[in-house]
């Protein structure tokens, strides 16, 4: 059973906004939601974390509504260099088997100039 | 050094040959994670260890696939008898966090194999 579902592509242009939703509707209580960032011939990258609500860092920010079966990731004003594999993940703390931080297919941004 | 350290970058193996790759994390990171990457796909999670204790080996795809954390740092994920669909990157991910559910996990470049 698939834990997150993201759309497979999205296509931007430079300076706009880009939202990517992720549905993770058998999110559990002690789930926390983290997004990461992969381009080609390198490791994901941690882009932002949220538990609840809306969570801000200096790339990115992430809202989060109150039943926490879905999560936005915003890219404000992004760049070509923004082009990239986005994945959600979602997981705990308590390191019990089955229950791994799990990649799903991610979506591919292609930002246009 | 300052981020988790993959080696070797890219192995080449024939088809029956068994292979090694190496993954050093953080200082201090408690959590460790190995994941498989085919072309084109998210990574697929194979297993985790924290500290030395392997406490989740779903994810590995045959009994050909060992890994060890020994010391509790440096791991070796080991494939024996390569088969072809065994071609994939390698991804090591180490976190302070216990199971990295929340705060950062921090990956290597990866170890990019080619079964031929």
């Known amino acids: 059973l698939a834990k997150t579902t993201q759309p497979i592509s999205m296509d931007s242009y430079e300076g706009q906004e880009v939202n990517i939703t992720c549905s993770h509707n058998?999110?559990?209580?002690?789930?926390?939601i983290t997004w990461y960032q992969q381009f080609p011939s390198q490791g994901p990258r941690f882009i932002i974390q949220g538990y609840k609500t809306k969570v801000t860092n200096e790339v990115a920010s992430l809202f989060i509504p109150a039943d926490r079966k879905s999560s936005t990731l915003s890219l404000p004003r992004v760049s070509l260099s923004d082009t990239a594999v986005y994945y959600c993940l979602v997981g705990d703390n308590f390191g019990n088997a089955g229950n791994m931080l799990t990649f799903g297919g991610g979506t591919r941004l292609m930002v246009k100039p | 050094g300052a981020g988790v350290s993959q080696s070797p970058r890219y192995k080449v193996a024939k088809r029956g040959q068994d292979v090694a790759l190496r993954c050093d994390p953080i200082?201090?990171?408690?959590?460790l994670f190995w994941y498989q990457q085919a072309l084109g796909q998210g990574p697929e999670f194979l297993t985790y260890?924290?500290?030395?204790?392997?406490?989740?080996k779903s994810g590995l795809p045959s009994d050909r696939f060992f890994a060890e954390r020994p010391e509790g740092s440096v791991s070796t994920l080991k494939i024996q008898r390569t088969q072809q669909e065994d071609s994939a990157v390698y991804l090591c991910a180490s976190s302070l966090e216990i199971a990295g559910g929340s705060g950062e996990l921090f990956f290597g470049e990866g170890s990019r194999l080619t079964v031929l």
């Open positions: 058998n999110i559990a209580t002690n789930d926390y």
């Open positions: 260890f924290q500290n030395e204790a392997q406490l989740d």
């Open positions: 200082s201090g990171h408690v959590s």
